[in-house]
């Protein structure tokens, strides 16, 4: 080890002045000087603790200079012991020994561990804080921790200044032993032991060499720095051992930290739950409520216009890409009820199969899916306009246009498309029921130029007792009539020829005047209830009417099989399902549909657009708040964390000067403060998870709706938040204390 024209200066005062030194491999070297000769300042620089002065310092061959090479040095080779011990007060005896092993990368030899610390009569604090010994017992314990490292130098600070005599006597006797083999440099004022043990005397004086003194004991080797021991895998369990046991000591002190990054978690969860119910909401509307996969298909046309083609149908049907097409159609209901009764007109009327398609598609958010054919689902609003709650509703029965055909409400299912207006799904078969009593309950007659209206009854003909003929010829043919005789006035009203009113005489009887049977004979009629397809009809012929005709309404008699095949309702718009529904197909769908001059909505694409921004406004606003919380959470983290590094400056000190790198030292106080967001992260998601059990979800409904939904993803984000939020807040605070030199960490001890 070498000093070349080595100076230091503190302020306008030069405390080393041109200091050059050699020194052997082994030996014991005294440093005498009276108070502010710059003797400590020179051990320190030959320690490498202090790295403002000028000049070379070599260590073997190589010159020392950035800070890389010294900490390795001192991590390897050097070993201190220190006037103010400069112990780890929040560790054991036995832990600073360790830690000080650790540090320099060997394995503790416990044998020779225990041999020290019994010549140091430390048996019995092995296990003691260091905080709680006294300044003899420290002292010792400072000189047991150099030693048991065994480097290759050893700097001593006063090593015997808190120690009696007897002590003080072991100290050196053992020092001495050491430096048969290893440098030893002590800096003291006790020349009475320098004469007794040292090989070698320098004396300074104002900051220069006064005298440098070579007693004859060293075997004049150049000191060389060799690689003595294996690396310990295990050596960085001091980094471990230090954050935990610092921890458990300023626990207190960390309660605000935690408690104010617990409240920015639980506010970041928060977030989380009212952003995961949000996007299930989206889901689960995609899936059921908005109908994603689905386009409708219709056409703005009179209320008698004819039904969607089949032949369109067939076109779509061809594509290759429907799932399923459900044919849609209005009906008029009777709601019965013992709350309220009424009518209830223009129903949109879902007809569906009961297959898995409609079962896992329609799911009622009250009641049951349908399992039968008089079975039912209608929307809220008809629930809550005719039975004041969906609650109410369920269980109840209604009618369709009065006719005798009852249903049993079931469930409740809402969809955004037909939210507010009334709705009701049905199974099909119930359909084609309701479709064949509308037909005998009301029909509507016009001629082809739609200048004359009737109201009509249409009735089977019984194959059995046929109506008895007055004039004309029987309907034997496809989409032929017989008007009945009693409905004759009621036909000349509609065509405005009271005029050719008959009498009851002349209706019992049978006399029809001529003309009034050339208007009605032979003419052809267009037929169709308010909701069945329309079809051309021919009346043949006058019969006698029958005792139990209806009275409001002119009486049609009609095949059976004529009956049948307006049986099945207008479709006035269908609803088509599609595998693939990505704009082109869309597009495929829309084309095919125009051709016949029909629309496509995709009413879907106008709903998720209108979510997209609600959404969008949501997510910034959520973000802006988040945001805010991390930094309120950062900026009180940042401050716990600058106490805790000001509270040890000196502990940082201790450690560089046993070697420990800037790196191990970033890493001491990032355990600390993981440690921190760890305990804050677990306690907030314990508490949502206790929160969840309890049933938090079922505490903020707004409009029937949860505006909280636990998902597993949130401990994720919490974790990632919560370790983030101690990281990133403390890092130029841990940064800035890794970087501190030794010299000036040591010294806040006396500040």
């Known amino acids: 080890m070498k000093l070349e024209g080595v100076n230091r200066r503190f302020g306008d005062r030069d405390v080393l002045k041109d200091v050059n030194l050699n020194f052997d491999k082994n030996g014991m070297v005294f440093i005498l000087g009276a108070s502010g000769s710059g003797k400590s300042t020179l051990l320190n620089v030959l320690g490498l603790l202090d790295d403002g002065y000028d000049g070379k310092i070599y260590y073997g061959e190589k010159s020392v200079s950035d800070e890389a090479q010294k900490t390795n040095i001192r991590r390897k080779h050097i070993a201190f012991i220190f006037q103010e011990y400069n112990l780890i007060n929040s560790l054991t005896v036995k832990e600073n020994v360790q830690t000080a092993v650790d540090i320099s990368e060997g394995v503790l030899d416990e044998e020779v561990y225990s041999n020290i610390i019994s010549m140091f009569k430390l048996n019995n604090l092995e296990n003691r ?97 060799t690689e003595q021991r294996e690396k310990n895998p295990k050596s960085k369990k001091w980094i471990k051992r230090i954050s935990l046991r610092s921890f458990q000591k300023r626990k207190k002190k960390l309660i605000p930290s935690i408690i104010a990054i617990f409240i920015s978690l639980v506010c970041i969860g928060t977030v989380c739950g009212i952003l995961s119910s949000t996007m299930s909401l989206i889901n689960n509307t995609n899936a059921s409520m908005i109908d994603s996969d689905m386009v409708s298909i219709n056409r703005e046309d009179d209320f008698y216009s004819e039904s969607i083609p089949e032949e369109l149908i067939k076109k779509l049907n061809d594509t290759g890409n429907i799932k399923k097409i459900v044919k849609k159609s209005e009906r008029y209901l009777t709601i019965e009820s013992n709350e309220r009764e009424g009518y209830f007109s223009a129903v949109d009327t879902k007809a569906i199969l009961l297959d898995n398609f409609f079962k896992e598609r329609i799911k009622p958010q009250m009641g049951e899916m349908i399992s039968k054919d008089r079975e039912i689902l209608i929307n809220t609003n008809m629930a809550e306009k005719y039975f004041e709650s969906a609650e109410n509703a369920i269980g109840k029965t209604i009618k369709f246009g009065g006719s005798k055909i009852e249903a049993k409400i079931v469930g409740i299912y809402d969809n955004l498309i037909s939210i507010q207006s009334p709705y009701v799904v049905i199974t099909e078969k119930l359909q084609r029921e309701l479709s064949r009593e509308s037909l005998d309950s009301y029909v509507v007659l016009m001629d082809s130029q739609e200048t004359m209206m009737l109201s009509s009854v249409l009735n089977d003909i019984d194959k059995n007792s046929q109506p008895k003929m007055i004039c004309g010829q029987l309907n034997k043919n496809k989409n032929e009539a017989l008007l009945s005789v009693k409905s004759i006035n009621k036909y000349l009203e509609s065509i405005l020829r009271e005029d050719l009113y008959i009498s009851n005489e002349e209706a019992s009887s049978g006399k029809i005047p001529q003309e009034v049977q050339n208007l009605i004979i032979g003419s052809e009629y267009i037929v169709g209830s308010s909701n069945a397809k329309v079809s051309k009809i021919k009346i043949t012929g006058i019969c006698e009417s029958k005792d139990l005709e209806a009275t409001q309404a002119a009486t049609l008699y009609v095949n059976g099989e004529d009956k049948d095949q307006w049986i099945e309702d207008i479709v006035q718009e269908i609803d088509v399902y599609l595998n693939d529904y990505s704009s082109a197909k869309i597009d495929e769908i829309k084309a095919i549909a125009n051709e016949d001059d029909y629309k496509v909505i995709y009413l879907a694409e106008n709903i998720k657009r209108g979510f997209s921004q609600i959404f969008s406004f949501i997510g910034i606003a959520i973000s802006i708040v988040a945001l805010i919380i991390i930094i309120i959470s950062c900026i009180l983290v940042s401050h716990s964390t600058k106490s805790n590094i000001f509270d040890r400056v000196y502990e940082v000190g201790v450690l560089k000067s046993l070697g420990a790198d800037k790196k191990s030292i970033f890493k001491m106080f990032s355990i600390e403060n993981l440690i921190i967001g760890l305990i804050s992260s677990v306690a907030t998601i314990l508490l949502i998870i206790i929160l969840n059990i309890a049933g938090l979800s079922s505490w903020l409904i707004i409009q029937g709706m949860s505006c909280y939904s636990f998902s597993w993803w949130h401990i994720i984000v919490i974790l990632f938040v919560g370790l983030f939020i101690t990281m990133i807040s403390g890092l130029g605070k841990m940064n800035k204390a890794s970087r501190m030199s030794v010299t000036d960490a040591i010294r806040t001890k006396n500040n």
């Open 129 to 225: 804080d260091v905080a709680t010994l006294s300044g003899g017992e420290k002292q010792r314990v400072a000189i047991a921790r150099a030693l048991v490292r065994n480097n290759e130098i050893i700097f001593a600070d006063e090593p015997t200044g808190n120690l009696d005599e007897e002590n003080s006597d072991i100290i050196f006797n053992a020092l001495k032993e050491v430096a048969k083999n290893h440098l030893v440099v002590i800096v003291s004022h006790n020349k009475e032991a320098a004469e007794r043990f040292a090989d070698r005397i320098i004396t300074i004086r104002d900051g220069r060499i006064f005298d440098d003194s070579d007693r004859g004991y060293s075997e004049n080797s150049t000191l060389e720095l």
